[in-house]
């Protein structure tokens, strides 16, 4: 079991830049790949971003690629998503996730097993 807090939403406009954290409790967290969903309203959750359970692979929608990076601090549990030159289609709830640590990096909700609750960005143009 792992517990997921997403940390550092809020209300920017566009061209800012903002970093998100996840920070993880429970089971080991160096042994679970992460990943970064996000939600608008009325839309399906999309990917956004990946890392392997290692931290030497990564993945990245297309329509965040060159703008977002993820990043994780397995000695403190924590993941990070920075965010620049952010649009206002970026709007949306964003969600971490965990999932098994296996070498494939998958890029599904179903493939993620524990989520957080969410944190809120909003992109105002």
């Known amino acids: 079991q792992v517990q997921l807090v997403e940390s550092g939403g809020g209300l920017v406009q566009a061209g800012d830049s903002m970093r998100l954290s996840c920070g993880a409790s429970?089971?080991?967290?160096?042994?679970?790949?992460m990943g970064w969903f996000r939600q608008a309203p009325g839309k399906e959750r999309e990917f956004v971003a990946a890392?392997?359970?290692?931290?030497?692979?990564?993945s990245y929608s297309d329509s965040v690629k060159g703008r977002f990076t993820i990043s994780r601090d397995n000695a403190k549990n924590t993941v990070y998503l920075q965010m620049n030159s952010l649009k206002p289609e970026d709007t949306a709830v964003y969600y971490c996730?965990?999932?098994?640590?296996?070498?494939?990096?998958?890029?599904?909700?179903?493939?993620?097993?524990?989520w957080g609750q969410g944190t809120q960005v909003t992109v105002s143009s």
């Open positions: 429970g089971r080991t967290f160096t042994t679970y790949n």
């Open positions: 996730a965990a999932g098994s640590g296996s070498i494939i990096l998958r890029v599904g909700v179903s493939d993620y097993d524990y």
């Open positions: 890392m392997i359970w290692s931290g030497g692979r990564t």
